[in-house]
């Protein structure tokens, strides 16, 4: 269970010191090294002149680059820098070819809600229909309901392989088999998938893939990556350039040849330092290693959490991921994540919003949210356990 330095790591995470998180869906806790990373180039940015600092960091940050783009698989030309994981899918889906009467968008039934939103403003303007791709037995969206929808209307497959609200691991690899037989674009969101499950981006045979940097990877908040296919991004035009997605040369825009294309020139550089950071630690730990060991301590906590009165795991599919979702009778999620944290335990709570579909079709209207990382300890999961079992025997 233990195949790295589990209490050194904590050691060195100055949130460990504090509280017991199981938030790291919201947000995870970052090390020393990525603080200090932040907190030094600050320095040098309120010493030197934050735009003479940034020559030399030019350097350094093409590091991240290639940093972020082997933890997927990608080239780091296939790889720009956003501010967050919604900026990143919303900059790809406003780049497409515009919508037509008619046109249709298929999305799994997990899609998070910031996407819809999206999808759902430009259906409505073009006249254009949104279908929800059927899930399996289990919940999962089923790839092989997907290819029976196919036809010459599908514009766009989007998925979020691992939803916001619960466990399950939809097989992205499985939808993307699909897609690339049909020749339709596909988007997968992989903002719960970085740092916590491998990511390849071949494998899963997407166009694009976005996901934050704070959650499981430990990242800096107000970092994202979004991943274009090379080959793809000649389809996109950016809704917005600046100066280097786009500058003017001789009267005429010129558009990038790489994902930077849709990277904002005025980015921040301490952030993306203290991400570069998050992702080698990452690395040096490895994703295999940091997946089997969220793997077992997730089992634990649901198997805890199903052996308490009045509490239901509410996670679905058969491949599980390190988000346990539950609810307990007769208390609503913000009360179950209030009286938690004043035990010093941080979960989160998710309304309808977060993914409307899949909430809306299982008739639920939040769900307590604890989530994973190697960081915990077997021992921070049994207090969890015990806390949510108090809190059921209050109802
Ligand atoms: C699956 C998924 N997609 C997207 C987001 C939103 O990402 P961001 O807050 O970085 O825009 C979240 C946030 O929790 C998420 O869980």
Redesign the pocket.
């Known amino acids: 269970m233990n195949p790295f330095d589990v209490e050194e790591l904590r050691l060195e995470t100055p949130g460990c010191e504090s509280g017991v998180h199981f938030n790291h869906?919201?947000a995870s806790l970052p090390s020393r090294s990525t603080l200090e990373t932040i907190w030094n180039y600050l320095r040098r940015e309120a010493a030197d002149g934050p735009m003479e600092a940034a020559n030399d960091a030019s350097a350094l940050l093409e590091d991240v680059r290639a940093g972020a783009a082997s933890l997927i698989g990608a080239m780091p030309d296939e790889i720009a820098f956003m501010g967050?994981?919604?900026?990143?899918?919303g900059a790809a889906f406003a780049a497409l070819p515009p919508l037509a009467a008619g046109d249709r968008i298929l999305v799994g039934r997990q899609e998070?809600g910031?996407?819809l939103a999206t999808i759902q403003t430009a259906a409505a303007r073009a006249g254009a229909r949104i279908d929800t791709i059927p899930t399996r037995e289990d919940g999962a969206v089923d790839a092989s309901a997907l290819a029976s929808m196919i036809d010459d209307r599908v514009r766009l497959v989007s998925l979020?392989?691992?939803?916001?609200n619960g466990g399950l691991i939809n097989d992205a690899a499985a939808v993307g088999r699909v897609t690339k037989a049909a020749g339709i674009p596909y988007f997968i969101?992989?903002?719960?998938a970085l740092g916590h499950i491998p990511i390849d981006v071949a494998s899963l045979g997407c166009d694009v893939l976005k996901a934050?940097g704070?959650?499981f990877l430990r990242g800096p908040r107000g970092t994202?990556i979004l991943y274009v296919r090379q080959e793809f991004l000649q389809r996109l035009t950016p809704s917005y350039l600046d100066v280097v997605s786009g500058p003017i040369v001789d009267g005429v825009v010129t558009l990038r040849n790489d994902a930077r294309r849709f990277e904002a020139s005025e980015n921040p550089p301490a952030l993306l330092l203290g991400l570069g950071t998050a992702i080698r630690q990452a690395r040096a730990l490895g994703i295999d290693v940091i997946h089997g060991r969220i793997a077992a301590l997730a089992g634990t906590l649901r198997a805890n959490l199903r052996s308490i009165p009045k509490v239901t795991v509410r996670d679905l599919g058969t491949d599980l991921s390190g988000i346990v979702s539950f609810t307990i009778d007769g208390i609503p999620a913000s009360e179950v994540r209030a009286a938690l944290a004043e035990r010093q335990i941080a979960i989160g709570a998710n309304g309808v919003p977060?993914t409307p579909l899949d909430m809306t079709a299982r008739g639920l209207d939040q769900i307590a949210r604890a989530s994973v990382s190697y960081l915990n300890t077997p021992s921070e999961v049994a207090l969890l356990s015990e806390a949510v079992a108090e809190v059921a025997a209050r109802a």
């Open positions: 869906s919201g967050s994981g919604t900026a990143a899918w998070w910031g996407n979020t392989w691992l939803p916001a969101d992989a903002g719960q934050a704070r959650k994202a977060y």
